[in-house]
């Protein structure tokens, strides 16, 4: 069974920086995309960062481009997201996401329904 566990939320000033991590702690899988995903209570989860697996190709968010950086590591199967210069409105629960199969219509995978397998979530507050 595939479990990713993401873990680095916490409590943050605006300005500063968190890097989360998201690790997967079950069966080893092929993927084709990992994501970041970020939830505030009572609205939808939406898109945060995306990383093709073998290809590396990152895709990001309008409203953190610039300021998100989506890595991964190979060896230790995990995938990052370094965030800097943090606000307010950044504040959310930070899922991220398998995605195994290739999708058909060849474009990232940047929606809810595009993925696979999710982690449980981790907390990122920033105070103003």
């Known amino acids: 069974q595939v479990q990713l566990v993401e873990s680095g939320g916490g409590l943050v000033q605006a300005g500063g920086s968190l890097r989360l991590s998201c690790a997967n702690s079950g069966r080893t899988f092929g993927r084709y995309a990992m994501g970041w995903f970020r939830q505030v209570q009572g609205k939808e989860r939406e898109f945060v960062a995306a990383?093709?697996?073998?290809?590396?190709?990152?895709y990001y968010d309008d409203s953190v481009k610039g300021r998100f950086t989506i890595s991964k590591d190979n060896a230790k199967n995990t995938v990052y997201l370094q965030m800097y210069s943090l606000k307010p409105e950044d504040t959310a629960v930070y899922f991220c996401?398998?995605?195994?199969?290739?999708?058909?219509?060849?474009?990232?995978?940047?929606?809810?329904?595009?993925?696979?397998?999710w982690g449980r979530g981790t907390q990122v507050t920033v105070l103003s």
């Open positions: 990383i093709i697996w073998n290809a590396g190709s990152t």
């Open positions: 996401a398998a995605r195994v199969t290739i999708p058909s219509r060849g474009s990232p995978p940047v929606t809810e329904d595009e993925y696979d397998y």
